[in-house]
């Protein structure tokens, strides 16, 4: 159950919840095709991190590895420290 617009309830079951997130990932992805291309790679990990995404999540918006993902988040977060 959730809150519609008007604020009354909706209920939803597990297959059109499944499908609403199918939805939203398809919308992410052509959303991430949008930022501007001089943005590396890692400025766009870093960019969706921050975003709240998981690495398995911007792996898959970015068509890379989860650990590809997590291996610049350490280095971006070391080098921060330096």
């Known amino acids: 159950m959730s809150n519609g617009p008007s604020g009354q ?4 079951d597990s297959s059109q919840l499944r499908e609403l997130t199918a ?3 398809a919308i992410i992805k052509m ?6 291309k001089e943005l590396t790679q890692a400025d766009k990990i870093v960019l969706l991190s921050d975003a709240g995404f998981q690495p398995k999540d911007i792996a898959g918006i970015l068509g890379t590895t989860p650990n590809t993902v997590s291996v610049t988040l350490s280095k971006m977060k070391r080098d921060t420290k330096q």
């Open 9 to 12: 309830t909706v209920n939803i």
């Open 23 to 25: 939805r939203m990932d």
């Open 31 to 36: 959303l991430a095709l949008t930022l501007p």
